[in-house]
């Protein structure tokens, strides 16, 4: 007889992220609710996918799904977990699962976090100031969340482990597949202090589409989303749409008016999507009473 978790991990094994319809069935019944329709097939014969997913659920070895995850060093997370990050489920399409590798107790104090996110080719300005208000956050006893890419992500990372923070990063692939590569020593370090996520099983590889996936995931895990520096069409605009849309409050760095990597920062301002901030201390009045502070 499989357990809730096992067929949450088949299941995760099988759905692509943030698909709205098997994630919405899943979380209204059960996964081994949808599971058995999928298999016995008098349910979802309408829907365009249902023969692949019926043939992948078939094929799939429980046995060496979790043997994967061990192998890993990794641990699949379900909202039967009493440490599920509960903010995920305010998403409209919450994950099935979570893969996560690191100090799992970090999630936790996810009531006390923020994320920093913005351009993987940042100007030195908006490098340090990533930097500087990752460490000024952790010092302030809260946890970083990003995305683990190059650019504002990096020095968000760097900056909160410089700190003697945590941070949370949240990957676009499995967690055997690292990316970016030149960041290897920054996710084992991360992995030893803090938390790295994924969506995906361990042996998946990164995909582009993925990338806009995760940043959900970096929005609902955190209290608040901080842009540093973004292009007028970003993925850090994205994930600054996703937290808007699940109340989240949202704040931009502003910037020269001349500099292209300042035009979404500023176009988030100018939509009253984001606040704007220059210092750490106007971030927490904002959020000040959702940390009960």
């Given at each position: 007889m499989l357990t809730e978790s096992e067929a949450r991990l088949i299941l995760f094994s099988c759905i692509e992220p943030a698909d709205n319809f098997w994630s919405g069935e899943i979380f209204q019944t059960s996964a081994l609710a949808v599971l058995e329709r999928i298999i016995n097939g008098k349910y979802y014969g309408k829907r365009p996918e249902?023969?692949?997913?019926?043939?992948?659920?078939?094929?799939?070895?429980?046995?060496?799904?979790?043997?994967?995850?061990?192998?890993?060093?990794?641990?699949?997370?379900?909202?039967?977990d009493p440490d599920w990050p509960i903010g995920l489920n305010d998403l409209l399409s919450p994950p099935i699962g979570l893969v996560i590798k690191?100090?799992?107790?970090?999630?936790?104090?996810?009531?006390?976090?923020?994320?920093?996110?913005?351009?993987?080719?940042?100007?030195?300005?908006?490098?340090?100031?990533?930097?500087?208000?990752?460490?000024?956050?952790?010092?302030?006893?809260?946890?970083?969340?990003?995305?683990?890419?190059?650019g504002i992500d990096t020095a968000s990372h760097i900056g909160a482990l410089a700190g003697d923070g945590k941070t949370i990063c949240i990957l676009a692939g499995g967690l055997n597949h690292l990316y970016p590569l030149e960041n290897l020593k920054l996710f084992n370090k991360i992995s030893i202090s803090g938390l790295l996520i994924s969506e995906v099983m361990p042996s998946v590889s990164s995909k582009p589409y993925r990338f806009l996936i995760r940043n959900r995931l970096i929005a609902a895990?955190?209290?608040?989303?901080?842009?540093?520096?973004?292009?007028?069409?970003?993925?850090?605009?994205?994930?600054?749409?996703?937290?808007?849309?699940?109340?989240r409050p949202v704040f931009a760095i502003p910037?020269?008016?001349?500099?292209?990597?300042?035009?979404?920062?500023?176009?988030?301002?100018?939509?009253?999507?984001?606040?704007?901030?220059t210092s750490l201390d106007e971030i927490l009045e904002i959020i000040k009473p959702l940390q009960l502070r």
């Open positions: 249902f023969l692949d997913l019926q043939q992948k659920v078939s094929m799939i070895d429980l046995p060496n799904l979790k043997k994967e995850l061990i192998d890993a060093s990794c641990t699949f997370l379900t909202p039967e690191g100090d799992r107790s970090t999630l936790k104090n996810l009531d006390r976090s923020i994320s920093i996110v913005g351009s993987r080719k940042p100007t030195s300005y908006g490098y340090q100031i990533a930097k500087s208000l990752a460490m000024q956050a952790v010092k302030q006893e809260l946890i970083v969340v990003s995305g683990g890419a190059y895990l955190s209290k608040a989303t901080v842009v540093v520096e973004a292009e007028f069409v970003s993925g850090s605009i994205r994930t600054a749409r996703d937290a808007a849309e699940i109340f910037g020269e008016v001349t500099s292209a990597l300042s035009e979404g920062c500023h176009r988030l301002i100018a939509e009253r999507i984001a606040d704007i901030a």
